[in-house]
């Protein structure tokens, strides 16, 4: 089972920040924070991942608790587009490349014009 | 930006059928993987595959299923006598590139059988 906790749906207004909070109180020190979106069946797509500090991309920003028990996505000018199914992992790739990922329910962001 | 890319994006097939499904890794990955997704439901990893040989796969993974690199570029998912159960959207991944443990996925293949 996924290790992480998401809210079911969000809705975000388009043009605004959208914040997607996860859970992951059980995070092991070697376990990284993955984020992935699913937009209507596509295949996942890579967002952004962190291990402890804070990170930036030019999809979407990454801050971690600094007990690491949570997390949040941040999208920082939410567009139409952005409506998909988001995903909040938790892996260890010290060593194991060839890990599988496991994809819990996510959650289902709506964008609103 | 490489990328993941499989064929066909959509297959239809009888009940009982083999079907061979696709994929193209970026080329400088080592890992490859299959997963599912059946309509409505959470994405499922199937198999993992390095150095030729399956890694890990999942209980999905049945005698029905096989997997294979063919050639330098291929990696193929076959299911030999395909059930109704097994339509669904099948998505191939790859990591291993020099600086990066991310899977990266391709957009799908659309399984249906009749």
């Known amino acids: 089972d996924a290790k992480t906790t998401q809210p079911t749906s969000m809705d975000c207004a388009e043009g605004r920040a959208a914040n997607l909070p996860c859970n992951h109180s059980?995070?092991?020190?070697?376990?990284?924070v993955y984020w992935y979106r699913q937009i209507h069946s596509q295949g996942p797509q890579y967002i952004i991942h962190g291990l402890k500090n804070n990170e930036t991309n030019e999809m979407a920003s990454l801050i971690i608790t600094e007990d690491r028990k949570s997390s949040t996505l941040i999208l920082p000018h939410a567009t139409l587009r952005d409506t998909a199914v988001y995903y909040c992992i938790v892996r260890d790739t010290r060593m194991n490349r060839d890990d599988k990922i496991i994809f819990g329910k996510g959650t289902r962001l709506h964008i609103l014009p | 930006e490489p990328e993941v890319t499989q064929t066909p994006s959509h297959q239809v097939t009888q009940m009982g059928q083999e079907v061979i499904l696709r994929c193209v890794p970026i080329?400088?990955?080592?890992?490859f993987y299959w997963y599912r997704q059946i309509l409505g439901q959470k994405v499922e990893f199937l198999v993992s595959f390095y150095n030729n040989e399956i890694s890990e796969k999942s209980e999905i993974f049945d005698d029905q299923f096989s997997v294979e690199r063919p050639d330098g570029s291929n990696f193929t998912l076959k299911i030999r006598s395909t059930k109704l159960e097994d339509s669904a959207m099948y998505f191939c991944?790859?990591?291993?590139?020099?600086?990066?443990?991310?899977?990266?996925f391709g957009p799908g293949t659309r399984l249906t059988v009749l």
């Open positions: 080329s400088n990955h080592l890992y």
């Open positions: 059980t995070i092991s020190g070697n376990e990284y």
């Open positions: 991944a790859s990591t291993g590139g020099i600086f990066t443990d991310t899977q990266y």
